[in-house]
């Protein structure tokens, strides 16, 4: 029997069976074939969660046809398959697993060399037809040759590490890194045009970008020392394939290795049954390990977003990494946007974060998008999430500012949001966490002091002060069935603030005579789920 109430995550791609453990009972998985375009569509309607890998194209489309999703994870690196842009115009959270294949790749990279240097996969099929060929099959030693590495990040340095087993010496292009990095590793830099010249094997690792499309071609396989051996473990498209293909036929390139396509899946390509040039169907990520890792990861990312939590690994959310210090205001700073959202339920022209104390030391800059989140609760209909935030401030005219002071007079930790209106008017609430079990708390509300718990439903009323008020608060809400949990009332000469904390939310009907029989100017109630 389906259970409806538990979140839905549709898997389009085949993953590893661990994704199922990871991501435990707490929702309903629901699978579909994300290449069968008018049942991904379908399927995708009542999706809180999207797990693909490469073959499912997840774009504008995918999106429009969204109800209520919240995430789109993808088992493994590259995102050429899922339009980012697209996915945070609609508030929907992109998750990768970027180091999950990252060994697995390198490996890869690895046996494509030497399957080429030593021309395995000619050879095995020379034996599958029942011919010894010894003589046919001479190969190449890689040890004391130069091996150059085009991109050299995450995969590309694990490829070096390596491949310098073999001894060889080793030299990239990577105009981002800098040089002492790479003398780190024992890795010389030069321009492209230096380790075309110089290299007897040119790994490349980059990603596919406007940029490096391209970027090796047949002007760049001319200028190659002789001979060389090209691998791709990468992204299709980074060579241009004919060229390549021409390249090896004619000798000027000795032999190739290439698991990716410029388009995919293919079984048509200038790069197929060409001598000296293995071919593998994108298996760089394939291995148990890495499917296993990149599994459990986007599990976990999607447990979290579901949650409403941040998640490290979202490629489309602001603020960087969220320290262990900072992850506990995230809820608190939401609530206290709410509470101004309640407050003045109109998007405010200007909004500041202020943190005072210990949490001052910390990086901050996720705290605006949690502050957001609450301050629109009420200004806009779609979801407000991390990723969508700062997208909606942008379009609303909203300034977003931190400000950190190290002093915090009563709290270790305080923070503060402020909203300013178009017409002037500010509001401003104050929150801390406090002790081991870190409660939340609302310690200030314009300028008053309170002590109380930020949950449930909280009530407030501004109205001048006169004895008999909360009894007639507290009569009229019994009436209603309603219970106060905790009260607390803050008094500045004629002037009165009561905040109460209540065990149910209460509508307007039963709010509005109250706060009419008390003469209440302000009557709000605030909503912490
Ligand atoms: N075959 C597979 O199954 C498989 C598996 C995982 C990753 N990949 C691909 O491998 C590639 C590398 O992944 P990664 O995790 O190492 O990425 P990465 O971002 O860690 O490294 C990429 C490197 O390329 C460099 N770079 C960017 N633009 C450049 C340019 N114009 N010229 C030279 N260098 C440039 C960057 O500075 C960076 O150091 C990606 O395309 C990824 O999608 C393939
Ligand atoms: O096997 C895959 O899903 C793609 C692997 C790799 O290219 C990646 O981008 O992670």
Redo the contacts with the bound molecule.
Sequence with gaps: MTNTSRPVVLIAEKLAPSVLDALGDGVEVRHVDGTDRAALLEAVQDADALLVRSATQVNAEVFAATRKLKVVARA???LDNVEVPAATQNGVMVVNAPTS??VS?AE?AVALLLAVARQIPAAHETLQNHEWKRSKFNGVELNGKTVGV???????QLFAQRIAAFGVNLIA?????SAARAAQLGIELVSLEELLERSDAISI?????P??KGLIGAEQLAKAKRGVIIVN???GGLIDEEALAEAVKEGQVGGAGV??FSTEPTTESPLFNVPGIVVTP?L??STAEAQDRAGTDVAKSVALALAGEFVPDAVNVQGGAVGEEVRPYLPLVQKLGTVLSALSPKAPTSVTVEVRGELSNEDVAVLPLAALRGVFSKVVESQVTFVNAPQLAEDLGVSVEVVKETESPNHRSLVTVRAVAADGTTNSVSGTVSGIAQVEKLVNINGRNFDLRAEGTVLLLEYPDRPGVMGTVGTLLGEAGVNIEAAQISQTGDDAVMVLRVDRPVDTQVLDPIGASVGARTVRSVDFG
């Design positions: 493994g690196v590259g294949n990252i790749a890869h085009v991109g050299l990040g995450k995969i590309g292009y990577d105009p981002y890194v690792h980059l990603p596919k970008t940029e490096t473990a990468a992204r698991d990716v994108h760089g990520a």
